[in-house]
């Protein structure tokens, strides 16, 4: 009896590792998904400000917010993709590729939609004797941003309105957010998940000795 006990306790131990794992990777997905459709979301609501910017016209980084929403959208897909063939090397990618949002993706969409709300709740013009989204700078150059009261509708005709509806940067920042908090758990979910793949992998190494 005792034998039969010692034969299959490491199996027993063996089922509840492979069913957490299995576990691990059904909530990896669930959050890949959520990925692609806050990426989706973003796309469509910075593509929505583009148009507007347009028609108005003001300035605002065109694309800035759209690249960045696409990298949630392929961030999304790794994970699928990841979870779905319990691959080690897609786990870790989706893992990078999160952080990757945490720390520089999502804060510049907060960032660079802030600064627009700013403007254009804070009524500023812009006006420069080179382009402003120029790559480089002449020399001698000159710029000037003027907001509220200290412009009139001279200045107002000759300068470009600075920032977007705020309606639209409000909501690409809440879903920002969203992607950021989402971001945390799946970079967590994968440590996690790499963890419990190296005790499998010693479980089994034990299995066999």
């Excluded at 907060?110 to 009524?123: G, L």
């Excluded at 200290?150 to 909501?171: C, F, P, Q, V």
């Amino acid at each position: 009896m005792s034998l039969t006990a010692l034969t299959i306790s490491p199996r027993s131990g063996s089922d509840r590792c492979s069913e957490n794992f299995l576990r691990s990777h059904g909530m990896l997905k669930c959050l890949a998904q959520c990925h692609v459709v806050l990426g989706l979301i973003i796309f469509i609501l910075a593509a929505l400000a583009d148009y507007v910017s347009s028609r108005i016209p003001t300035i605002r980084l065109v694309g800035l917010e759209e690249c960045c929403s696409f990298y949630f959208i392929l961030t999304g897909i790794v994970g699928i993709c990841g979870s779905a063939s319990h691959r080690h090397g897609l786990i870790l990618a989706f893992m990078i590729m999160s952080f990757h949002a945490v720390f520089i993706f999502a804060p510049t969409i907060v960032i660079v939609s802030s600064f627009d709300i700013h403007f254009y709740q804070a009524e500023c013009f812009g006006q420069c004797d080179w382009h402003l989204l120029a790559t480089s700078l002449p020399k001698n150059s000159r710029c000037q941003i003027l907001c509220g009261e200290n412009i009139d509708d001279n200045k107002r005709s000759s300068m470009t309105r600075l920032g977007t509806e705020y309606r639209l940067d409000a909501g690409i920042i809440a879903a920002a957010i969203l992607q950021l908090i989402l971001s945390v758990f799946s970079a967590s979910l994968c440590c996690r998940d790499i963890c419990m793949n190296y005790r499998r992998a010693n479980i089994r190494a034990d299995d066999v000795c």
